[in-house]
Every structure is written in structure tokens, then in C-alpha cells.
């Protein structure tokens, strides 16, 4: 789907960063028809939450698979052809050459499902780069992974909002960019470091926005999970 024919609600994926499926199944009753897209990582996979991945297709959600892959080839490949039969609408894999190359060898034509490539995460900065022994600071990592992925077919990349505009310019409109580090106005900044506003973060060219604790933390989690959809589409005009 072209960025462009998103429409404003669908753009907001939710993170079910949740201890157990319950909790999880809770949630997503709160939220009712307010939110189409989830996100599952490690914290409710590990859980058993991969299990809720076809019941919420089945309910016409999409589910963002975030388990950023990252090993030898065949160990990605397998881990992907098994992750298309769920019907996992994104899953995340590590931004490194071969990594991404496996991911879209296995992915192959026709699924439903879409690589996106994490290029630095968005709780680094330019010293957790160098005390990782990384000569490039994170705008440089960034922008060298977004060519490599384009390179090789993936077709999102995971950044952080402050890189979206940059990368537009690299990647066209061709491949999504998924941005998490989303704080509303007067949110706490929790762990994240390179963060910014739902509506600054798509006028500068993000097309998903990844919330988790803004929403799943608040008091009303369905009017906090419209109110930053109202926010997307008034800055999307």
C-alpha cells in the first residue's frame, strides 16, 4: 500500500508491551474498534502472546510482529517462513546485510507479510554507538542501513522520528517508515532518547507511529489512543 492511501487511523500501532496474554486480551477490549494495528515484542511474545496473532487477524486487526531477527542466515529464514503462516501483517529484523537479504529471500512473493528493517535503535544515542565499538554516529549508522535495505527489497524501515525526514529522501515513497519514540505533548520520555510528537513525527515523513505506555499506561486508554489518531490526521491535513 502506497504511504499515501493510509488511512489516519490505521496509522497508529498500538505496542501490547503487556506481562501475559490476559492482560493483553484486556487491553484490546478497552481499545474496541479505536485501534486496528498491534504490536507484539519480546516482553508479551515471550509470554505467549504470538498466540493472539490470528485471533486478531481473524478480528480484521493487523499485527506488527517486532522480534528484530538477527542470526545466520538459515536460522532468519526459517524463523520467517514460519512467522508468514500466522499472518502477521510486519516483522522486524536487524538492519545488517545478510540479515535483511535472508529475511526477503524468505518471505518470498504474494505473503501478506513485510520486512522492516530496525536501523539503530531509538534508545541509542551517538556514546551507546561508540561504547558499542561503532566509529558512526547514529545519524551516519542510519542513513547507511536505509540504503542497504533498499538495496535489498526490504520493504519498511524502523527509526526514529528525527531520522524520518532524512531517510525519506533516500528510501522515496516506496518503502514505509515505522517510527517508534512517540511521546504526546507532556507524556514522560520514559527509556526513549530520540523521541518526538505524533504530528511532528508525520509531517516529517514517518507513515506508522509505534505507541506503547502513552496509551497502555493511561487512564482512558481508547480516548488516549484517538486522541493521538486525531492528531495524525490533522497533521496530515
Known sequence: MQPSAIAP???LIVALDLPGVEPAEAMIARLGD???FYKIGYRLGFAGGLSLVRPLVAAGKQVFVDLKLHDIRNTVAGGVESLKALGA???TVHAYPQTMKAAVEARGGGSVLKILAVTVLTSYDDGDLAAAGYRMGVSE??????RQAKAHGVDGIVCS???AGALRKIVGDQICLVTPGIRPAGAATGDQKR???PARAISAGSDYLVVGRPVTEAEDPKAAAQAIQAEIAHALG
Not at 549508522?141 to 536505509?146: D, S
Open 9 to 11: 487511523r490505521d496509522r
Open 34 to 36: 479505536s485501534v486496528t
Open 89 to 91: 501483517t510486519f516483522l
Open 141 to 146: 549508522l542510519v542513513e547507511a542501513r536505509a
Open 161 to 163: 522520528p528525527e531520522e
Open 195 to 197: 523521541i518526538m510528537t
